[in-house]
């Protein structure tokens, strides 16, 4: 019951961090061409006045693409990058309290960087004190945390997380680098997002051995 609670707590989050940006992008009446939940294979697929709307089976993420992205003003895209983050620190803060929901989200940043460097002793004890919150609190108190923990690691300066996208545009109107650069960028940052997921799921091995 705690995986499948953790499981769905995961979705619910992409859905609103996605969907927020959709949102977003819809009041800036910028023209979207795809909204997509998750990655890897495809599993659902529609399209609607020349826009697709995608599900995929890897619930770990989502994206929305535009038409014009390379053209959207910096101010927009700042709105557009932050609004997910946002939409998910409101729920934690609406479920958990300020106090509490700050907290969480704070301790997010070092947790989920020092945990994927450590699984093997810090990353198995946060994910089995996970293990030990989702047992002793309601889906909805978890769906809080889980909101907060998701907030930080989307504000992480990684080029293909929403903080580090935002430092990445900044960077290339300041220095103004070439799309190479940028390709190169982005690579390094995808490298390291795998490399957060190897750590994490060599934590959640080492939480299963206990």
């Not at 769905?8 to 940006?21: D, E, N, R, Y």
């Not at 909805?140 to 997380?161: D, R, V």
Request: glycine share 8%; charged share 15%.
């Amino acid at each position: 019951m705690a995986i499948a609670a953790f499981f769905i707590g995961v979705c619910l989050c992409i859905v609103v961090h996605v969907s927020a940006m959709a949102a977003m992008s819809f009041l800036l009446k910028r023209q979207m061409r795809e909204v997509c939940y998750g990655f890897g294979p495809r599993m659902i697929r529609r399209r609607s006045r020349g826009m697709r709307w995608t599900v995929r089976w890897i619930p770990l993420g989502g994206y929305v693409k535009h038409w014009d992205w390379d053209r959207l003003p910096f101010w927009k895209e700042i709105c557009l990058q932050l609004i997910g983050p946002i939409a998910l620190y409101l729920i934690a803060l609406s479920i958990l309290g300020p106090k509490k929901s700050s907290g969480m989200f704070l301790s997010g940043f070092g947790q989920i960087i020092l945990g994927a460097l450590h699984p093997w002793a810090i990353g198995k004890e946060l994910v089995l004190e996970m293990a030990q919150y989702t047992s002793a609190n309601s889906f909805i108190s978890l769906f809080g945390a889980m909101s907060a923990k998701l907030c930080a690691s989307q504000l992480l300066p990684l080029p293909t997380l929403n903080g580090g996208a935002i430092l990445m545009r900044a960077a290339k109107l300041i220095l103004r680098f070439s799309k190479h650069v940028e390709e190169q960028f982005a690579l390094m940052s995808l490298s390291m997002v795998f490399a957060l997921f190897v750590g994490w799921a060599m934590a959640a091995y080492y939480a299963w051995r206990t």
